[in-house]
């Protein structure tokens, strides 16, 4: 009788890379390594098979069958964050890191000013007593990243859509980067650091960060990718609260460009943008904060509506981030204990 191999059990870990082409080593621990909290999502080889019919005479087709595409978009991962790689998959989309300080805790600031994001390599183990099933991932490319804390879930998460040129390779000795022992950042460890538009809100119930770079692999000859090539990307920003008095000036900003308009007023065509930062703290040494100094409050969807049995009113603020001036549209700053760049 058969044995089924034991889906509970695996391990993720990813190394960058020095550049395209050259594989992340399996013997790293330095940092650009990690095996971060493997929460759900998976890595595939994506080997696609497509078919030419022909006319044989026949009443049932036998077309010619030929593999198609291999890799490309080889799945999406969502992790926990911790301290130690807050500041790691940022870099990886965004393709920067300038590190400061001279000493614990070191300062990492991450821009989306850079040009192109980084490659790095995605080691996949699934299964013990059955297979295992170890899958190695290179010349990798994370395509899009989430990030998502909130009410409903505490535990803040990246959820990444990664791409690969070369997928799929078999591995017999796994990677040697171990877990972090630090717990997973909580959404409440942001409490009282929601700016928005130059006002503290705590009635937040959910936070997202979404940097999409609008990534596609190109096929040439082969039936694997030759290059990821990225398109204009945006970053989207958005924060999901309640009607109080403090967010009714902001929803009547959006729509009449004052907090408190004036009696007949009608709405008008400036487009509301405001600043928007927040910042996870662990301790005085280990902090994740984003900031977008300009982001486009979109007032769409805004209805605020009597209810027949009472309760909150919902209302969700953001939109597109845009640079000001000089400042990118996302700056990342993470303190950690690790002295050199995640790029």
Known sequence: MATAIESGIGTLNYVKQAAKGTV???????????????????LKVAKRLDQEPYIDGQRFASPQMF??????????LTVQIQPENGGLWWAQ????DTVTGAADPYTHTITSAASSGAWGTFWQKVGSAVGPDRLRFVDCKVAQLTETAGVDQKVLHHELA???LAPGQVYAADAAKTEDTSDSYLFTELTGSIVFDGTVVQEIETETITVNTEMEPFYGDSIFPLQLI?????????????????TLGKYRKAIWNAAAPATDAVPVKDVFYAALTSKFTRSATRTLERTCPKVTVRPDDFE???????????????????KSGASPALTVVALTGDATAYV
């Open 93 to 96: 989309i965004l393709g920067v």
């Open 67 to 76: 593999t198609d595409a291999v890799g490309g978009e080889v799945g999406d």
């Open 162 to 164: 990664v791409r690969s």
């Open 230 to 246: 990225e398109k204009k990307g945006t970053i989207v920003r958005t924060v999901d609260s309640i009607v109080t008095d403090d």
């Open 304 to 322: 605020i509506a009597a209810q027949r049995e009472a309760g909150k009113i919902p209302i969700s603020f953001g939109g597109e981030c845009l």
């Open 24 to 42: 992340g080593s399996a013997a790293s621990v330095a940092v650009g390594s990690n095996r971060p909290r493997w929460f759900e999502g998976s």
